[in-house]
């Protein structure tokens, strides 16, 4: 396992690059996100994979709370913060510690999610915020594409579909799991009551574009299949808090790892048990970030309010190929 400390500042979102296996960004906070400013760092692991090293920090007047790379550049950053503006970081264009390539501003309250779109020819990111909408960004234009309203409280996660067009999900403290088509504005194409507490995160398998997994405040998590949406496939049981954030895994269908207020990490295979696997205890406070690393099989990242950022393989998957 390789340790990188975030002097003062308390992790919140950890993302790989998707074309350099050893490069990612973390998001951090001052004072645990309630005040002061952001920080982004630009890691990287040594060759030997024992260590990691700072290439290059960049910071913002409010606490940052997500980050997503660009899929089709890879020196483009996107980041959302607590004072609801959308930042994009060109790491060619600006110096160490240098400001935004662009800032957006919009969102009328905290920003807590932001994805990018998987699909090739989508050149799009998409911001969730506590003002209660999801917005659909270009880059390369000042202004949102659409700003989507359905749910009726603060939104805490939404991301594109891993294979579908147009698609995207959203999960909110209202309880709902919603899916749209960014085509279309007014409604949601599908919704569900998914938990009886707030829902924090959502995720798209990457093998099969029917799976989503939630994860809530009930500590929770639900497996969900789209052809029969009425239900949940299964229910993963374990976590004594609220999930933060729930991942498929890139390289098995059925295996996803969470964090989550228990300051724990923990490795799932929804196919074999509704328990963990693996719980990982390497946390001393919140754990909040979570990537899998595409490019290095079975590889994660996960970072939390202690400072830690820690990248390491499961045991449990050691015998995966």
């Known amino acids: 396992m390789s340790t990188f400390f975030t002097t003062n500042r308390h992790g919140y979102s950890v993302r790989f690059s998707p074309f350099n296996p050893d490069q990612f960004v973390v998001a951090s906070s001052q004072f645990y996100g309630l005040a002061g400013g952001g920080t982004l760092y630009f890691l990287e692991l040594t060759p030997d994979g024992c260590g990691i090293v700072e290439k290059r920090t960049h910071h913002w007047t409010d606490g940052l709370f997500d980050v997503t790379w660009s899929e089709s550049n890879p020196e483009i950053i ?22 935004p390539s662009m800032v957006y501003r919009e969102h009328k309250k905290e920003i807590y999610s932001v994805d990018w779109s998987k699909v090739p020819y989508e050149q799009l990111f998409i911001s969730a915020s506590w003002d209660s909408t999801v917005k659909i960004w270009d880059p390369i234009r000042n202004n949102s594409l659409s700003t989507y309203i359905g749910h009726t409280q603060l939104v805490y996660n939404a991301v594109f ?14 309880g709902y799991l919603k899916i749209w088509d960014i085509l279309c504005y007014d409604l ?5 009551k998914a938990h009886d507490g707030e829902v924090l995160t959502v995720d798209w398998c990457k093998h099969d574009s029917n799976i989503l997994a939630t994860g809530a405040s009930d500590g929770l998590i639900r497996i969900w299949d789209l052809r029969n949406f ?11 808090f609220a999930v933060r954030k729930v991942q498929f895994s890139p390289h098995n269908l059925s295996v996803l790892a969470s964090v989550g207020y228990d300051f724990t990490t923990r490795i799932w295979d929804f196919k074999k048990s509704n328990e963990a696997i693996e719980t ?13 690393n595409r490019r290095r099989r079975n590889q994660l990242a996960d970072c939390g309010w202690d400072s830690l950022v820690h990248v390491f393989k499961p045991d449990c998957l050691s015998d995966k190929i």
């Open 78 to 99: 996107v980041s959302g913060s607590g004072d609801g503006s959308v930042q994009l970081w060109n790491t060619n264009l600006s110096s160490n510690n240098g400001p």
């Open 161 to 174: 579909a891993a294979h579908i067009p147009n698609t995207f999900a959203s999960v909110s403290g209202d």
């Open 188 to 192: 949601p194409i599908a919704s569900i």
């Open 230 to 240: 009425g239900v949940p496939i299964t229910e993963l049981k374990g976590n004594e």
């Open 280 to 292: 990982i205890k390497h946390h001393s406070e919140f754990t909040y970030g979570l990537d899998w």
